[in-house]
Structure formats: C-alpha cells, structure tokens
C-alpha cells in the first residue's frame, strides 16, 4: 500500500476529496502517517517538514538497485569479518549534519520525470548530494543470518527529506561489504507517535475518521499563543496582531480555544501565514 493509497481511503472513509498526508511513506515501509482532512490540509506543510523517527533494519552483505529488499541485488561481499565496533564506528560518522546522496531509486525529478522511472528504464542516474541531519542514530540488535550477512537495528531521529534506505547503502559501502534496508518503520513524525496511531480498520469503525480536531493538533504541533476577542477578530479578517517575541510559526487560539491562523513575527508585527478559522 501506498501513501496515496491511505489517502484514497481516508477520503472515501470522510466523504471528502480534501485529505492528504505528512510525507511519503515508502511501500515496503509501515508505521506514522499523518493524514489531514478537510481545513487541516493546510497544515501538512508544516508537518511535512517536521522532524521524523524511524526503527530499520539493515542486512550487510549485499548490496541492491533501489537500497532496500525491493531492489536486485548488484553486489556482494562477506560482513563475516564486520565487528561492533566498526558498525558502531561508522554509524557514528553518518550522523549529525551530512551530505547525503538519495537513494537513485526515489520520486526525485530530475528533468522533470522521477529518478526512480528513469532507473526502471535502464538509465544511470545520479543524484546531487543534500544537507541532511540525523540527531539519533543509535544501534540494537545485531545478528549472523548466516556466514556471510549480518543483520543490524537501527532507531533513527532525523530531519526531513533524510532517506534511511541511504543510511544502510552507505554503511555498507563504508564497510566495504555492500548494505541494504530489509525494514522500516516510522515511529513518530514531529509529536505524533506510533502509539496513538489507528488502522485504516479502525478509522473504518469510527462514524468519523478524524481521530484528533483540528486545534488539538495545531496545539500539540506549534508553540501557543491566546488571543482575546479584539484580537481574533483581527487576525481572522488576515490582519496582523503586535508581535509579543514567540519564534514562529506559532498557533493562535481565540477565547473560544480554537485554532484561528498560524502566525509568523517580522517587522514588530505577528502576520499570518495560514487563516485556518476565518472571521464570519
């Protein structure tokens, strides 16, 4: 299943052609997918952008096309003589701030057509380094699936646009023994968690699939700011309200505890970015 797939169902779910999701999920990958529905689409942009975290697993020993087990295989090379402590010493020189090479087999355009149509179509492609940051990378379970590969958990924090697939070719290439993902998972985007995630089987039960209003979520994903009638009345006619030093973007609520825009401070004035709760 893919993203668009999810999508698809949650707008037959909320009788709505208006949802869409936080962040592509590759289809071999489970785990958090925020969803947005009706008004709160305009707020995935932010979400897109957020901070993710992810649990892999990563098999040494074989290399592939497309960095995962989706990919044939192109190269191997025994990681029966890869300790600990070289996985761990390598992990430790692929984070913080990099220079990272997505994974060729990607929805990157290039020239306008996706790298990942351009390698299924026989083609060499190469893609420019970007500016990642992974602040958690840290290492679990190791184990000999057999003499010569060797399987490896991974728990990830890192910005987005990161692709872990990457994380394991490059850790194997560094290992000098080739290394592809054989499972991800998702565990949290920005503060949603995998734990307070439902099933499309779930939400299916539900009379409503919106599992989180529109304000409970601006409240959980951006720092606050309450705003008193005057000005509410202001900011959802887009007009600006004196800016009171919160870094933005930042969530401003009226008397009434819902959501009106999202805001940003420049020039002594908070401006809006988005009006989520228009002025009647």
């Given at each position: ?5 999810v999508v ?40 897109i952008g ?133 499972a991800l ?96």
């Open positions: 299943m893919t993203s668009h797939d698809a169902r949650v707008r037959r779910l909320a009788h709505t052609r208006r949802v869409g999701h936080g962040g592509t999920l590759d289809p071999m990958a489970t785990g958090v997918l925020v969803v947005g529905v009706e008004r709160a689409t305009r707020l995935l942009t932010y979400v957020s901070t993710k975290r992810y649990s892999a697993t990563i098999r040494l020993g074989e290399a592939t096309v497309t960095d995962d087990a989706e990919g044939d295989v192109t190269a191997t090379a025994s990681a029966a003589g890869v300790t600990e402590d070289r996985v761990r010493a390598e992990l430790v020189n692929l984070t913080g701030d990099i220079e990272q090479v997505p994974s060729a087999v990607s929805a990157i355009k290039i020239n306008g057509q996706r790298a990942y149509k351009r390698v299924r179509a026989g083609e060499e492609v190469e893609l420019a380094p970007r500016r990642v940051t992974v602040s958690r990378l840290v290492l679990g379970d190791l184990r000999r699936t057999d003499s010569d590969r060797l399987d490896l958990d991974i728990d990830v924090e890192c910005s987005s646009g990161t692709y872990i697939r990457a994380i394991a070719r490059d850790l194997g290439a560094a290992l000098g023994v080739g290394g592809h993902l054989t998972r998702r565990t949290a985007v920005g503060g949603f968690t995998i734990a307070e995630a439902d099933t499309l089987e779930a939400l299916a039960e539900r009379d409503n699939p919106v599992t989180l209003p529109m304000s409970a979520a601006a409240a959980r994903f951006f720092p606050r700011r309450d705003a008193d009638a005057d000005e509410a009345r202001v900011l959802g006619h887009g007009g600006p309200l004196e800016a009171i030093g919160i870094a933005g973007p930042y969530a401003v609520f009226g008397p009434d505890g819902e959501v009106i825009a999202i805001v940003s401070e420049r020039d002594g004035r908070a401006k809006a970015e988005i009006v989520l709760s228009p002025a009647g």
